[in-house]
């Protein structure tokens, strides 16, 4: 049976084991030529995994401003809601009563009266719960825009400013 020739067995001249020598040798003047420096591709690793690190920052913050502007627009959307609803409640009522008084009349002039009455101050309150949906529109969309505004700014002041290159 035939023995299995290794590395031990192989002798190797003077020629052979230069080779090898200017072989490594042209590797470490091969990276230098091209400017190959571990200490500086580590720095650079290191900063590009910081600038991961923050961009995924950004994003989980920015993440939490659009939830907290949907929780705020949610409760200021509920207030509202229960606003309309309490003035519809109270103008269906306003309403009968202003139909029962118009039943109840005498005349046809008291009838009028009511009407003009009941006209008057329908037309008031709708005013009024007119101007307190707005206010509070507004009042929500601002309170509401104001986590995303935030994080816009941390984005503007985030951004490399052109004149500073």
Not at 29 to 43: Q, S
Request: proline share 1%.
């Amino acid at each position: 049976m035939a023995k299995k020739k290794t590395n031990a067995d192989f002798e190797t001249d003077d020629e052979t084991e230069e080779g090898i020598s200017n072989q490594e040798n042209g590797s470490a003047a091969g990276e230098t030529a091209i400017g190959f420096d571990k200490e500086k591709l580590a720095e650079g690793l290191e900063k590009l995994s910081t600038t991961f690190s923050n961009l995924e920052k950004f994003g989980n913050e920015t993440l939490q401003a659009y939830i907290e502007s949907a929780v705020i627009a949610n409760k200021a959307i509920e207030s509202i809601n229960r606003d309309m609803f309490a003035y519809f409640q109270k103008a269906v009522g306003d309403s009968i009563a202003a139909t029962k008084a118009v039943m109840a009349s005498k005349s046809l002039h008291e009838a009028f009266e009511h009407q003009a009455d009941f006209a008057k101050d329908a037309l008031e309150a709708h005013k009024e719960q007119t101007a307190k949906i707005r206010k509070g529109l507004t009042i929500a969309g601002k309170e509401s825009l104001a986590p995303l505004a935030d994080r816009a700014e941390a984005l503007y002041d985030a951004m490399p400013k052109a004149h500073a290159a």
